[in-house]
């Protein structure tokens, strides 16, 4: 079975430009996490979706960021103007239930942004 | 204070040697808890879960000591397989939310 498939692996784009990350999560998952990853901070979730619902968004940095999640099987994380601090590996993740154990992570995005 | 706190290592070691890696948490109303393995340059994935009574999965023992707040990962009979960073993730059972510490890296050299 394919797990959470990201896209793209890699972005490197230039400070101002929009950024536009995707996910679809595992089949039949009903809850669908979009984690960053740096150094500094370490694993953070930005945003927690529950059938296709935000649920919990206190974790997104600021008003440059943003998540949809359209139907049950694609999701997007958007940064809009994409500035250089931005540049981590982002992660998507999904679980059967929100209270499951288990969350599956995604390859990852590794944004750079210059 | 962070959450979960794990000491970043790297822990250096032979193949075969045991290791142990040990993680605090800040909050005593954390009721589940958890090992992720992380390779380089790729995504955490569950390594195992961690009981109150401990538990063994092959070569890896985890332990909790709820009195104390803190959580333990062995490895015995290490392989150069077992080289990543172990993430401590704890988790409020009302809570869909996971808290990762920030990893130890394991270093196993031949």
């Known amino acids: 079975d394919a797990g959470v498939i990201q896209s793209p692996r890699h972005e490197v784009t230039e400070m101002g430009q929009e950024v536009t990350l995707r996910c679809k999560p595992i089949?039949?998952?009903?809850?669908l996490f979009w984690y960053r990853q740096t150094m500094m901070r370490g694993l953070e979730l930005l945003i927690y979706f529950n059938n296709n619902v935000p649920i919990d968004d206190s974790g997104m940095p600021e008003d440059r960021f943003s998540a949809k999640m359209p139907n049950a099987s694609f999701s997007t994380l958007k940064i809009q103007p994409s500035e250089p601090r931005d540049s981590a590996v982002y992660f998507c993740?999904?679980?059967?239930?929100?209270?499951?154990?288990?969350?599956?992570f995604g390859p990852g995005t590794r944004l750079t942004v210059l | 204070r962070k959450e979960v706190e794990q000491d970043p290592g790297p822990f250096n070691v032979p193949e075969g040697a045991t290791v142990a890696f040990n993680c605090t948490y800040s909050?005593?109303?954390?009721?589940?808890f958890f090992w992720y393995r992380q390779d380089c340059r790729k995504e955490p994935k569950l390594l195992m879960s961690v009981y109150s009574s401990g538990n063994e999965d092959g070569r890896f023992t985890a332990q909790l000591n709820r009195a104390s707040q803190y959580i333990s990962l062995l490895i015995r009979d290490s392989k150069l397989s077992d080289s990543a960073t172990y993430l401590c993730v704890v988790k409020m059972d009302s809570s869909y939310k996971l808290i990762f510490g920030s990893g130890t890296r394991l270093l196993v050299r031949p």
């Open positions: 993740a999904s679980s059967l239930y929100r209270a499951t154990d288990t969350q599956y």
């Open positions: 089949s039949g998952h009903n809850s």
């Open positions: 909050n005593s109303a954390s009721q589940s």
